[in-house]
């Protein structure tokens, strides 16, 4: 006897838009983060620069909750899977941090000023949150 059901097929583009929604959401927030003018931030100068450090924990979140989207295929697939996903992940998180820096130098009534060591801070960022993810997740099945 037939199913009375058909089961229901996953268009792969849904999945694609459902798997991604964490590292879009932290995308929208840092892009807000660097939308806002930068007189409405603290002018703080400690040694190792707050700036900095604040860069390198936006984009470790944003690389850690863009692999998250795909935790379940990151364990569950080989070692090809896991490269291809951190690559993909890395080369997206360092070009948003481009993207983010080119809009703050751009867009005059930000306020703000696109500085290469904050994009340098981002890219070390995203190598943490990768980094983070890839040991957490490397084992576990």
Partial sequence: MPPLTKPR??????RLTRNSIPGILCGIVILILTGIPGSLFPRVKPAIGLDKVAH???YAGFAFACLWGYRKQFVSNGLAYKRKAIILTTIIS???GCLTELM??????LHRT???RD???DSIGTGLG??????FFRRKK
Avoid: C, H, K, R
């Fill in 104 to 109: 703050q130098e751009t867009i005059p009534f």
């Fill in 114 to 116: 696109g500085d290469w």
């Fill in 119 to 121: 994009l340098i801070a």
């Fill in 56 to 58: 390198a924990i936006m």
């Fill in 94 to 96: 360092i070009a948003y």
């Fill in 9 to 14: 097929s996953v268009n792969p583009l849904e």
């Fill in 130 to 135: 990768v980094l983070v993810f890839y040991l």
